[in-house]
């Protein structure tokens, strides 16, 4: 039998592997979408899972305030964080109603636009195995990260699918428009995009970022550096074009600044100890890194398991250390994204607390990508697929840890404190800001609570003034009440007292402006 007859043979097995191989990408990509709905399901299911705390209820209270006709650039009560994401959250309660359930629906959608953006990162680098993995790895893990997939903190998610389009953009105008460019991936067809409107849009990308958060700059700075290193005539010959459609994405920043004195560029000036650029960068490494792995228990600094600290230093931090060099030259990008974002995360003010590791949230598709590029460099597809079911079972270890945790601000129901307060025809109230906000978004505003510290929408706290005799909350046992009830009768002023589960409502049995001044100072 001649070459010439065996030609065919061979191309129709070549294609048929070529089919069967994708096919079995497809399934991977199928059964991990399906493990990361399922965990978010099983949050949802899970009461102490799906509590939310009042800076959540706080963006769908702004969402709903949205859908009356008022707009805010930021979120309530600051001058940085952009309404993009409440705007989709208004656009969730428009078509599914006004509810926990739907307030939730927005971040984890925005996270599996983030897990489909890895995917499409990776496969420009990677194998289609690789990059698919890559996709899952960020979508199922780790636990703190799938369960913050779940709350809508008002504009991490946005951010994040953000700074993945920005990086998408950036790979794509360095290898499929760069004229040096050795780019060689047939999985990826070339674009028919005009360069000039990527570049046009890469501008908007980062404008709208920035309005959004100062975090796009995790994904910025690797994003210019490559761009600069592979491109360096051209960025600067395209910055006409980037810089106006900058300012175009970043307009409600824009506005928002003008009136306010620009005041979203001042820094913050906190009295904290421990706080210089090496106590971050300690934090960092001690405790954001290891909450984004899946060693560590948000809110709480502690271990999931005795052995997880040897891991994490003896073997995890190697790992991506080892990882990074062995990556280097397929993916000089995803480098520098990992290497920057220690030195970026120091200059912020707020990068000394670690809680649930929001500060290193930008960092997990970076990681993604690292450990299952690294785990098929070292063992192909037996060790990504050990490595994906390894971080499932740290997912589902860690979020049982975590259901049997208080790991949200004021972690009770309050379903007898809202019928409570209804049987008692009370309807306005004072108490600390974790039930405030809370309070009013679970009644749907018919209960308003101004919150003793820390108002984020001045609205309330004059409904709540004006009102005739407005009630006081606390958790039961809270040592203010004491100081409350000492400085009311010190004042001559009589008070009942209802029980209302985990909450105790005191309502004084009359109004005076003295009285109001006593219930919002002493709590």
């Not at 993604?368 to 060790?383: E, P, R």
């Not at 820390?454 to 009102?467: E, F, G, I, M, T």
């Amino acid at each position: 039998m001649n070459e010439v007859s065996l030609a065919p043979k061979l191309n129709y097995l070549l294609q048929n592997q070529s089919r069967s191989h994708r096919q079995f990408v497809l399934v991977i990509g199928f059964l991990g979408v399906l493990i990361g709905v399922a965990l978010r399901v099983w949050i949802m299911l899970t009461p102490s899972l799906r509590m939310i705390s009042s800076d959540i209820a706080v963006v769908g209270l702004e969402a709903n305030s949205i859908l009356q006709g008022h707009f805010h650039a930021f979120y309530w009560g600051q001058v940085y964080g952009g309404t993009l994401e409440t705007f989709l959250v208004a656009a969730a309660f428009s078509a599914f109603n006004y509810s926990i359930i739907a307030l939730s629906l927005v971040p984890m959608v925005l996270d599996l636009v983030a897990a489909i953006l890895v995917w499409r990162i990776a496969r420009y680098f990677l194998t289609d195995l690789e990059a698919i993995a890559s996709g899952i790895c960020f979508w199922v893990a780790p636990a703190s990260y799938v369960w913050w997939s779940s709350k809508e903190v008002g504009f991490y998610w946005a951010t994040m699918d953000i700074g993945l389009f920005v990086v998408l953009v950036s790979i794509r105008l360095v290898l499929l428009y760069s004229k040096n460019s050795n780019f060689n991936n047939n999985s990826v067809r070339l674009s028919k995009i005009p360069e000039r409107l990527e570049w046009a849009f890469l501008g908007f990308l980062i404008g709208l970022g920035w309005w959004n958060s100062p975090d796009i700059m995790y994904f910025v700075v690797p994003s210019g550096l490559w761009i600069f290193i592979r491109r360096p005539r051209d960025f600067l010959h395209q910055l006409p074009i980037v810089i106006p459609m900058f300012i175009l994405g970043a307009l409600p920043w824009l506005w928002a600044n003008f009136n306010s004195g620009f005041l979203s560029v001042m820094m913050p000036s906190l009295h904290i100890a421990n706080n210089s650029y090496l106590d971050h960068l300690y934090s960092f490494f001690n405790g954001d890194l290891p909450v984004a792995l899946g060693l560590k228990v948000p809110y709480q600094d502690n271990w999931i398991t005795s052995s997880a600290k040897l891991f994490y230093f003896l073997i995890a931090l190697p790992f991506l250390a080892i990882g990074l060099v062995v990556i280097a030259k397929r993916f000089v990008l995803l480098v520098l994204g990992i290497i920057c974002y220690p030195f970026i995360l120091v200059i912020s003010p707020f990068s000394w607390w670690v809680g649930e590791a929001r500060y290193a949230l930008f960092l997990s598709p970076f990681l993604a990508i690292l450990i299952v590029a690294s785990l098929y460099k070292f063992g192909k597809k037996a060790f990504v697929g050990i490595g994906i079911a390894a971080m499932v079972t740290l997912s589902v270890s860690g979020l049982s840890i975590m259901s049997n945790r208080k790991i949200v601000p004021m972690n009770f129901s309050m379903k007898k404190l809202e019928k409570a307060l209804y049987s008692h025809h009370i309807h306005y109230a004072y108490a600390n800001y974790w039930i405030a906000y809370r309070l009013i978004f679970q009644t749907h505003s018919r209960i308003i609570v101004s919150p003793t510290f820390y108002s984020r929408n001045h609205k309330y706290d004059q409904l709540v003034n004006a009102s005739s005799n407005p009630a006081r909350l606390f958790v039961k046992g809270a040592s203010r009440i004491k100081i409350f009830t000492s400085k009311l009768s010190k004042a001559g002023v009589d008070f009942v007292v209802y029980p209302a589960g985990h909450f105790v409502i005191y309502q004084t049995l009359k109004s005076s402006s003295s009285v109001k001044s006593i219930e919002k100072k002493h709590f």
